[in-house]
């Protein structure tokens, strides 16, 4: 997970100080579609690989009932993986969240593990480029901190007709950002949300002119009528349009277990395949929504 930009003295450790039972169930998700992924390409003659955008350091630290348990976080869950990936590539802009992952390749020899130190948006595209995507295929998963994915780079991925994506869309973030009346928001942050949706639909789509006089002489602003519902049905919408087939997202919530959630909706889990052929997303999007109903 990464900020825009990173400053080393943030962070004290090489630890992910954050997450929640919406973390395990997420983690959970991606490890049961890795496995299925590979056992279903496993006789066909692909290379995998495995691209974990936001990589962190292979642990995760969480709060689960008030009590601190430390987990295997996606980069090792991957690694893991039987059957496992030709390629491993882990994407991390910490200096210090780097150097754990690099130390993996002690713990995996024989793995081929590629760690970069960047911008997640800019290596993605790098990636999405570096290979024709005839004789390979991937599993990329998306997991920012805040609202860090641009719509430019989902479109980079979604052109190589070759990526199933799993992407954590910060469902709190878009409605905390859109406030209810328009006037609130400051053009960072309209800037923010149109980078996250890829177009300024969402104005009109979200918002209802509001231009009235008020007590003091002045205007209120347009005001947001579209619920937290409303708002991921757009954004179901707009990745429905990019990519040949999603899945309905499955909504994390702040405590509680999947069955029993309880607290505000924090994240909208996506499955995304990138590929046209039909028999090919019908076997990805089966195998993903047997793991989301399973949760």
């Known amino acids: 997970m990464e900020p825009l930009m990173f400053d080393d003295d943030m962070e004290p450790d090489d630890e992910h100080a954050f997450g929640g039972i919406w973390t395990r169930i997420k983690l959970e998700a991606l490890e049961k579609y890795l496995v299925a992924f590979n056992t279903a390409l496993s006789k066909q003659n692909f290379t995998r690989i495995y691209i974990d955008?936001?990589?962190?350091?292979?642990?995760?630290?969480?709060?689960?009932?008030?009590?601190?348990?430390?987990?295997?976080g996606s980069a090792r869950r991957a690694l893991a993986t039987d059957p496992p990936f030709d390629k491993y590539c882990f994407i991390e802009l910490s200096t210090k969240k780097s150097e754990a992952l690099k130390a993996l390749e002690a713990e995996y020899p024989g793995k081929s593990i590629d760690v970069i130190r960047d911008n997640a948006n800019a290596a993605l595209k790098k990636l999405c480029e570096r290979y024709a995507w005839r004789n390979e295929r991937a599993v990329l998963f998306l997991d920012p901190f805040g609202m860090h994915v641009d719509w430019m780079t989902l479109q980079a991925i979604a052109k190589t007709g070759a990526i199933d994506v799993w992407y954590l869309f910060p469902y709190s973030g878009l409605y905390r950002q859109a406030a209810k009346n328009a006037d609130a928001m400051d053009s960072g942050k309209e800037q923010s949300i149109t980078r996250l949706l890829g177009t300024d639909e969402w104005r009109q789509v979200f918002y209802t002119p509001k231009r009235q006089a008020s007590l003091f002489g002045g205007d209120d602003g347009d005001e947001r009528e579209a619920d937290h519902h409303q708002m991921l049905n757009f954004v179901s919408k707009r990745l429905k349009e990019l990519f040949p087939a999603v899945t309905d997202p499955k909504i994390l919530y702040q405590a509680g277990d999947s069955k029993n959630p309880s607290g505000a909706p924090l994240f909208a889990l996506y499955f995304a395949a990138s590929n046209p052929s039909p028999k090919a997303y019908g076997l990805a999007t089966n195998i993903a929504k047997g793991v989301l109903n399973a949760l």
Do not use: L
């Not at 955008?53 to 295997?72: L, Q």
């Open 53 to 72: 955008a936001f990589a962190g350091t292979g642990r995760c630290d969480i709060t689960v009932d008030g009590e601190k348990i430390s987990i295997d």
